[in-house]
């Protein structure tokens, strides 16, 4: 952070870059995969996060904010429901504990010593912010689906 005392204006151009980097889910890690060319691959060839995030990369600034914003929403939603539904609750602390950690570790990138720290801490932002897509769908099946009130079903 004290690289900002100095170079106050690059904070949001570090800023805005670890934001679409996290989007695009494209990130320089050093041990990357090598075609036979020896070129360098950031991403795994079959997994569809990089062709989604490049799609949504021009919407970064305001997509990525929102996101963890939605995340927490349900989140929160679902950790205020009865506590007899506690898979529920759990799932909802979960979402919001991937919120806190994807913060964290984009405030770390961010407020490192610059473009240099990006490198190293956008890899766990981007895991926060994807990998928690298909939690986020199963807690709004969850929000969608919320039993009525009455005795809780025989299990026996």
């Not at 939603?77 to 909802?92: D, I, N």
């Amino acid at each position: 952070a004290s690289f900002y005392l100095h170079h106050p204006s690059r904070l949001l151009n570090v800023t805005e870059t670890g934001i679409r980097d996290v989007v695009k889910a494209r990130y320089p890690l050093p041990n990357t995969t090598r075609t036979e060319m020896a070129t360098p691959q950031v991403v795994c060839r079959i997994c569809i996060i990089p062709t989604a995030g490049r799609a949504l990369e021009p919407g970064a600034l305001i997509l990525w904010p929102a996101w963890e914003l939605v995340v927490l929403a349900v989140g929160v939603l679902l950790a205020r429901r009865r506590r007899r539904e506690v898979q529920w609750r759990a799932l909802g602390f979960l979402l919001i504990t991937t919120v806190g950690f994807a913060v964290f570790h984009l405030s770390t990138a961010i407020l490192g010593d610059g473009y240099a720290e990006l490198g190293k801490h956008v890899f766990p932002a981007v895991v926060d912010t994807w990998m928690v897509t298909a939690l986020v769908a199963l807690g709004l099946v969850g929000l969608l689906t919320r039993r009525r009130d009455g005795p809780p079903p025989d299990v026996g």
